[in-house]
């Protein structure tokens, strides 16, 4: 099925490890976003790629970098995972402009202990 | 800067009852507003959407006006079902931006 694929599902990191968020769409779309999800606070931008070989920060971009690969994928890195960072990741992508809306994957729940 | 303010939950209603959900915004330009819907254990779903003032987004039963005089876009439906429970967000983009502005949700249980 077309959409937004994010990998893992769940994962669960000790302070200071590293690790890699995947995400890829397979619409054409030419924009992609990483959101945080915390309970009381809704969706944060960390990063967004609004073009391939572009990539801007959002609301929340400390302690992440991220990576517009090509095209398809756009992957969010976590050098030294702090238990602040414990949330729920989602993906996102859109045609050029958000007036289109955009489409979202399933998410990535993160626990760091 | 733009933000959306949403109507805190929890809303808890029975089944077959009218929904009203709040949502206004504050924004320098005349966005585009969205209401987007994350059922359990998924990612967002785009809901319906309104593109400039006075426009009626609607589907599957909800509908939302984009009242620029008020800048509100409050979602609506007639007859809510269980299957309708859900956390609703309310969001906008300004013209030509490529970012969405999340409000904070608004959880919705549906009692049989």
């Not at chain 2, 009852?17 to 330009?29: E, K, P, R």
């Amino acid at each position: 099925n077309a959409g937004v694929t994010q990998t893992p599902k769940f994962q669960v990191l000790k302070t200071g490890q590293s690790m890699t968020l995947q995400c890829a769409q397979d619409m054409n779309h030419n924009s992609m976003y990483w959101y945080r999800q915390d309970p009381g606070m809704g969706l944060r931008l960390i990063y967004y790629s609004a073009s391939e070989g572009t990539t801007d920060k959002g609301e929340v971009p400390n302690g992440y970098n991220v990576s517009r690969l090509n095209k398809r994928e756009f992957s969010l890195r976590l050098e030294s995972a702090a238990p602040s960072q414990t949330s729920v990741y989602f993906c996102a992508s859109s045609v050029h402009r958000t007036n289109y809306g955009y489409t979202f994957g399933s998410g990535t729940r993160l626990t760091v202990v | 800067g733009d933000s959306v303010t949403q109507m805190e939950g929890p809303v808890t209603l029975s089944e077959e009852a009218f929904l009203t959900i709040n949502c206004t915004y504050t924004a320098t330009g005349y966005p585009s507003l969205f209401w987007y819907v994350q059922y359990p254990g998924e990612g967002l779903q785009l809901l319906l959407k309104a593109t400039k003032a006075d426009d009626k987004g609607s589907n599957k039963g909800f509908e939302a006006t984009y009242r620029k005089e008020t800048t509100s876009f409050h979602l609506e439906k007639g007859s809510v079902q269980v299957s309708d429970s859900a956390v609703y967000f309310c969001a906008l983009s300004e013209g030509g931006s490529e970012k969405l502005v999340f409000g904070k949700g608004t959880k919705l249980t549906v009692n049989p």
